[in-house]
C-alpha cells in the first residue's frame, strides 16, 4: 500500500493519504494540493530512490526542484511508503529510510551469499527501481479563467 503522511509543511498540518488507482486531490486554493502532488512527484522518481537519500542535503535539493523547501519547519514530518516496501521519513531534520537496510538484513539471513554477490544482487535491485519508478513530471493546474 503506497502512503504518503505530512504534518507541518506549508499549508497542511496533518493529513494521511492512502494512495488508490487515482487519487483525486480537491480542495480550496491554499490548502496544500499542489505540494502533496510535488512531493508525490519526488517520491515516485527514479532518481530520488537512486540518489543519495539518506543525506539532508540531498532530500532538500528535491524540495528546492519544486519550490517547496522553504515550507519545512520546526516540528515538519514527511513519511512516504511505497507499494513495494521503500520507506522514507522525515522528522524534524533527520532522515530515515529503510529499503536498502532491510533488504540486507533479509540477504544476510541466508548465509550462503557472499559480500560481492550482495553487491551484485542490490545492483539488480537498482535495476528493477528503474523499472518500478519512472521519470515524473509535475505540471500544475491551469490557473487561468
Do not use: C
Amino acid at each position: 500500500m503506497e502512503k504518503l503522511v505530512v504534518k507541518n509543511f506549508g499549508a497542511i498540518r496533518n493529513v494521511e493519504i492512502q494512495f488508490k488507482d487515482l487519487t483525486v486531490f480537491i480542495g480550496e486554493t491554499g490548502t496544500g494540493k499542489s505540494i502533496l502532488a510535488k512531493l508525490v512527484s519526488i517520491f515516485r522518481s527514479t532518481d530520488f530512490w537512486e540518489g543519495d537519500v539518506r543525506h539532508i542535503d540531498f532530500f532538500i535539493s528535491k524540495l528546492a526542484y519544486y519550490q517547496i523547501a522553504n515550507f519545512l519547519e520546526p516540528g515538519t514530518i514527511i513519511e512516504y511508503q511505497s507499494a513495494l516496501g521503500f520507506y522514507f521519513s522525515y522528522h524534524e531534520g533527520e532522515i530515515r529510510q529503510d529499503f536498502y537496510e532491510n533488504l540486507l538484513k533479509h540477504l544476510q539471513k541466508f548465509g550462503q551469499i557472499k559480500e560481492d554477490k550482495i553487491s551484485s544482487l542490490l545492483i539488480a535491485v537498482k535495476e528493477q527501481i528503474r523499472g518500478t519508478f519512472k521519470d515524473v513530471i509535475y505540471l500544475p493546474a491551469d490557473r487561468s479563467v
